[in-house]
């Protein structure tokens, strides 16, 4: 069946949240870039600690699209006065499981670092940097409320300004605080935290500001804050609950993957941590797409066109491969200039090679494997979805724990698990989707 979503629709939802995610992951490559120059200890301690940042913030990315997911579905529904209140509960919400997380980092991060992390040195470091990049939870949960609420209602170019933002305080915050520059005190990967909160912040002031004086918050029936509504709590608690776990577990996942690679040795964690920076930005393509999967489905769902929701997902995934391409060509054609901006030491280039020769093909099935598994969660199924995760991540985890610390492969082969994850999320989403059982219950939202 053809559908009237045009793959027009689906860039114009997808483009501001690529354009975003540039500027956002900018920051990523700024950090390594800046650390790579102070070392492997610097590179390994912010792989550690920023993997284990981006574990912690999953909750509230889960809650944040549970509250995308309903406010497309009434979008869809024509009833735009009922965003508000869905806004507003996912903002208390998310503020509240912040500062929760924020007290239990604080006190029980260093455990958990002394227990895993085996150099000293990169404990040392890694626990530097999340005690103060703790700082940054609630704005970062924050941000995310508002982010669903522009996704859910196709208003994605803020997206884009809010993320520019984000990397222009981040960057420049960067070069001051990291290497001292213009008087300011060197702090190194300190420096590098610090900055990433005081950009967080600056994106928290943006959306409320933006929100308030320029929003059509009438419309919506936006800050009114008429009451608590336990019902609609638990339902985008139950809606969402699925989709922290499965992001929370993903992530730990990868998580534990670093944890993994740093006992192969710190060449192998600083290699890692270069392709993870290169990674997030292959990425960026996939995650516009995914969202506009997302959404897309929602929104068909809530106009009664469950019938197009299929043939939107197929368009969207070869819309995403067409993408993902080109940043894939890139970085098969010029593999040794990119590498050279997060390290000028020739041993590790070569060790990051293949490794980046690896990432480049993996991200060619995740084209497909996310946006497949989106559009699960857009139907409301996200149970279903988290089913998926758990059952891939379980394969993933052993596979990664015995190719790194038992078979003692090279770290290419290591990351070869990339493929392995991508494939069988893609291939039970697809079967799932054609089945058709997605359709039972869609409208109960």
């Not at 949240?17 to 540039?22: E, K, M, Q």
């Not at 050279?340 to 590790?348: K, R, V």
Request: contains cysteine; hydrophobic residues 55%; charged residues 10%.
């Amino acid at each position: 069946m053809r559908t009237h979503i045009t793959s027009g629709r689906i860039w114009n939802i997808a483009y501001p949240i690529i354009l975003g995610s540039i500027a956002q992951n900018f920051i990523n490559v700024i950090d390594t870039a800046f650390l790579g120059r102070l070392g492997e200890t610097a590179l390994g301690a912010a792989a550690i600690g920023g993997v284990f940042y981006l574990v912690v913030i999953m909750f509230g990315y889960g809650l944040g699209l549970g509250t995308q997911i309903i406010v497309a579905r009434r979008a869809g529904e024509e009833r735009p006065g009922r965003i508000g209140i869905v806004v507003e509960h996912s903002l208390v919400t998310l503020l509240g499981s912040s500062l929760i997380i924020f007290v239990l980092i604080r006190l029980f991060s260093p455990a958990f670092f002394s227990a895993i992390i085996v150099s000293p040195a990169i404990l040392e470091a890694a626990d530097d940097f999340m005690q103060l990049r703790v700082y940054g939870i609630s704005f970062a949960f924050i941000n995310m409320g508002f982010n669903a609420f522009f996704i859910g209602t196709a208003r994605t170019r803020v997206i884009t300004w809010s993320t520019v933002l984000l990397a222009i305080v981040n960057i420049i915050l960067d070069w001051l605080l990291i290497f001292g520059n213009l008087g300011f005190p060197a702090l190194g990967i300190r420096g590098a935290a610090i900055a990433s909160v005081c950009a967080e912040f600056s994106v928290t002031l943006f959306f409320i500001c933006y929100t308030t004086l320029i929003a059509d918050i009438r419309k919506y029936g936006l800050f009114r804050f008429s009451g608590f509504s336990s019902a609609l709590w638990m339902r985008l608690v139950k809606l969402s609950f699925p989709i922290m776990v499965q992001n929370v577990i993903s992530l730990a996942v990868w998580f534990a993957f670093f944890v993994f690679v740093e006992k192969m040795g710190e060449t192998e964690l600083a290699v890692s941590n270069i392709i993870r920076s290169v990674y997030v930005i292959l990425m960026i393509p996939i995650w516009g797409f995914s969202a506009a999967s997302n959404t897309l489905v929602s929104y068909l769902i809530g106009r009664g066109l469950k019938d197009e929701v299929i043939p939107v997902v197929y368009k969207t995934s070869w819309l995403c491969f067409l993408m993902v391409m080109v940043f894939v060509v890139a970085g098969l054609l010029f593999p040794g200039e990119i590498i050279s901006i997060y390290t000028a030491d020739p041993q590790l280039a070569a060790s990051t090679l293949p490794v980046l020769y690896v990432v480049n093909g993996s991200v060619v099935c995740f084209a497909f494997a996310m946006v497949f598994v989106n559009a699960v969660s857009g139907t409301g199924k996200t149970q279903v979805a988290l089913f998926i995760e758990i059952s891939v991540i379980f394969i993933y985890i052993v596979t990664a724990y015995l190719f790194s610390n038992r078979f003692g492969f090279s770290i290419a082969v290591v990351w070869t698990v990339e493929f392995l994850y991508a494939l069988l999320i893609f291939l039970i989403s697809l079967i799932y989707l054609r089945s058709g059982r997605w359709k039972e219950g869609v409208a109960t939202l």
